[in-house]
């Protein structure tokens, strides 16, 4: 099983709304990430989790907050968004040093 | 900082022909991905390379890594229509001796695009 499951798929949300976005995954991985990708752009990483502690954070903007409950979970809050945030945000764990694996995505839309 | 180059980053074939990708990074990485992208999708691991020298090959596409040179090729034999996509090489980088911080930084994607 390498699957990385990312919930929801797609999610729109005004300006003043908290939202999270959720990730889930069983393969034992000790490393999870939040990556933001805008429309014909690569991805671009913004929060890395090692042994469920914040070990990166690519001077993310505060309106967006990390959260790993436990080894198997990975939340992204979100809070006053701004229209600028739509984009996809992928989820992907891993082994330490090994293959990264990515969920499907959620597809965020800021009105 | 990383920096990883891909070229070309606009690729138009005919289906039939060989191309290659190429994939040039700044830093010493002891691992590359290639992944491909469909429109609407997320990103599906192609081919993860650990050593200098290292092949792969999967159908139409094979990978190499030249870890000296810190080059990377994706090779598209006889295309065919089902490779249109976005492909990324990405590469890591572990900012402590001890490795728990790594980082994948992606190449700006290449769109092929497989004509008949």
């Known amino acids: 099983d390498t699957e990385v499951t990312q919930t929801p798929k797609h999610l729109v949300m005004g300006m003043t709304n908290k939202k999270s976005l959720k990730c889930e995954q069983h393969?034992?991985?000790?490393?999870m990430y939040w990556y933001k990708q805008k429309a014909k752009k690569p991805p671009e990483l913004m929060f890395v989790y090692s042994y469920e502690k914040l070990s990166i954070n690519e001077s993310v903007p505060s309106r967006f907050s990390p959260e790993c409950p436990n080894s198997s979970l990975l939340n992204l809050h979100l809070h006053a968004l701004q229209p600028e945030d739509s984009a996809l945000y992928l989820c992907?764990?891993?082994?330490?040093?090994?293959?990264?694996?990515f969920g499907e995505g959620s597809w965020l839309t800021v009105v | 900082e990383l920096k990883v180059e891909q070229n070309p980053l606009f690729l138009s074939m005919q289906e039939g022909k060989n191309y290659t990708i190429y994939c040039n990074y700044s830093?010493?990485?002891?691992?590359l991905y290639w992944y491909r992208q469909d429109p609407g999708k997320s990103l599906e691991s192609l081919f993860v390379l650990l050593s200098n020298g290292a092949v792969k090959q999967e159908g139409r596409l094979m990978a190499s890594l030249d870890t000296k040179a810190r080059l990377s090729t994706l090779h598209i034999t006889a295309a065919v229509h089902d490779l249109s996509a976005t492909y990324f090489c990405a590469v890591v980088y572990s900012e402590n001796s001890g490795g728990s911080n790594y980082k994948l930084t992606f190449g700006k994607g290449t769109l092929l695009t497989v004509n008949p």
């Open positions: 992907a764990s891993s082994h330490l040093g090994n293959t990264i694996y």
């Open positions: 830093t010493t990485s002891d691992r």
């Open positions: 393969m034992g991985h000790r490393a």
